[in-house]
Nanobody
Framework: QVQLVESGGGLVQAGGSLRLSCVVSGRIQGGVETMNWYRQAPEKQRELVATIESGGRTNYADSVKGRFAISRDNTKNTVSLQMNNLRPEDAAVYFC?????????WGQGTQVTVSS
């Protein structure tokens, strides 16, 4: 059974930093192609924040470019999101997601709150 467990969320003042981590357990048939972070704010659609491919290439939503950094450790089956210079509009529940051509898996989410 594949499980994704996020951690690292919390309350931070605007301009501060948080680091989210996601630990993946279980065997995924076909391997993991991309590891992603999504977020969903109240009454808004879930949006893709950052992606890291198996080869290490990364991609970011325009709203977080230059402030967030995604990384993965394949030996530890983890993906992290370093979030700097946080803004009130970054507040949301952040979800870890992994996928390959056949399946995708989600974590339960971790709350990020940013006070102004």
């Amino acid at each position: 059974q594949v499980q994704l467990v996020e951690s690292g969320g919390g309350l931070v003042q605007a301009g501060g930093s948080l680091r989210l981590s996601c630990v993946v357990s279980g065997r995924i048939q076909g391997g993991v192609e991309t590891m992603n972070w999504y977020r969903q704010a109240p009454e808004k659609q879930r949006e893709l924040v950052a992606t890291i491919e198996s080869g290490g290439r990364t991609n970011y939503a325009d709203s977080v470019k230059g402030r967030f950094a995604i990384s993965r450790d394949n030996t530890k089956n983890t993906v992290s999101l370093q979030m700097n210079n946080l803004r009130p509009e970054d507040a949301a529940v952040y979800f870890c997601n992994i996928r390959n051509a056949r399946r995708e898996f989600w974590g339960q989410g971790t709350q990020v709150t940013v006070s102004s």
